[in-house]
């Protein structure tokens, strides 16, 4: 018990940095998201193909390799220098950008036209339609499925540790290393993971049903 006490405010600062990374990561990827669904479903073929390349690409790579390719591969270049952090932010954000244009274009088609037919006829243009009819209804059924890949990417960012970003997995290592108490650290690490992801789900499940309500 002692070690695990000893341990634990550096966990915590791990913890504090997986965190960071993930809220600003989910939220940079689910614009990109939108922005690719959008682009999905324009009727400019050639913006169809930038999206359908850009998530095939994305869906068709390993995480790690993403992170190499950003972290060592884009930083060779004379031009480009990014830090541990923000290599590691850029790659959950597109990782996790690619899986949201997914989502959110199949959330979309699942409206039925009628609903755009509607809007269009009491005179509501396409973005005002997107806005305020589409979406709206498109986010409660995808609420799940986003869920579960923010959950997905979270513990992707356990990875980053391998490009040297002090985070929970990272700090793990450290407190493994340093104890020799490799089962009680990696055992609360596990534990501090899962209060996390436990904790997105009731959040998941409270919004649901907020939605539902209305």
Known sequence: ME??????????????????????????????????ALLRLAPIKVLNWISRI????????PFLVQLFFIYFG???????????????????AINAGA????????????IDKGQTEAARSIGLTSVQTMRFIILPQAFRRMLPTITNQSIISL????????????????????QASATFEAFKIWLTVG???????????????????RFELR
């Open 3 to 36: 070690t695990i006490l000893a341990a634990l405010p550096y966990l915590l600062e791990g913890l504090q940095v997986t965190i960071y990374i993930f809220l600003i990561a989910i939220i940079l990827g689910f614009m990109i998201g939108m922005i690719m």
């Open 54 to 61: 850009f998530v095939d690409a994305i869906r068709g790579t």
């Open 74 to 92: 884009l930083n060779s270049l004379p031009w480009i220098s990014f830090d541990s952090t923000t290599a590691g932010i850029i790659t959950v």
């Open 99 to 110: 899986y949201f244009s997914e989502i959110i274009r199949a959330g979309i088609q699942s």
């Open 155 to 174: 513990k992707d960012t356990s990875l980053l540790s391998i490009i040297g970003i002090a985070d929970l997995t990272q700090q793990g290592e450290i």
């Open 191 to 209: 534990v501090i993971y899962f209060v996390i992801i436990y904790c997105l789900s009731l959040l998941a499940n409270f919004l649901e049903r």
